[in-house]
């Protein structure tokens, strides 16, 4: 981390909980970012529990962040038929993937988790019986 301030305080943005980190790090977390950003284009950024954060229609849609062996994603389906098989060697515990920094970012499940996190979103289904 940069500076002792800037850790004891929440960051304003996603750009500055980035900032925070190694520049190695910065690296994953903006294409982790613009991973998720792209998958879910309708999505807004904020920080909610010092974590990056992209909510939809006033909801969490999901959440990630960086410490120090790996970097996080929240809420996934890890025991959904779906996604089960390819989070495997991520699931860590009941909601959430982990993405060691000493490995490749497997970046498309990181697409298919937002994907599947859209398909069960509220609005979605509202869209899908409004037809």
């Known amino acids: 981390m940069k500076n002792e301030e800037a850790q004891r305080r929440d960051p304003a943005d996603i750009d500055e909980y980035i900032a925070r980190f ?46 120090k062996k790996h970097i996080g994603v929240y809420p996934v389906a890890t025991t959904h038929p779906e996604l089960e098989e390819a989070l495997r060697p991520y699931a860590s515990g009941k909601g959430s993937a982990r993405f060691p920094l000493n490995k490749p970012v497997p970046y498309g499940l990181i697409t298919k988790i937002v994907e599947f996190r859209l398909r069960a979103w509220p609005s979605a289904k509202k869209d899908e019986t409004s037809g």
């Open 22 to 67: 190694p520049e190695n790090v910065q690296t994953i977390l903006r294409k982790v970012r613009s991973t998720i950003a792209n998958a879910a284009p309708g999505a807004t950024e904020t920080i909610s529990y010092q974590m990056p954060t992209f909510e939809l229609d006033g909801r969490y849609l999901i959440y990630f962040g960086a410490y």
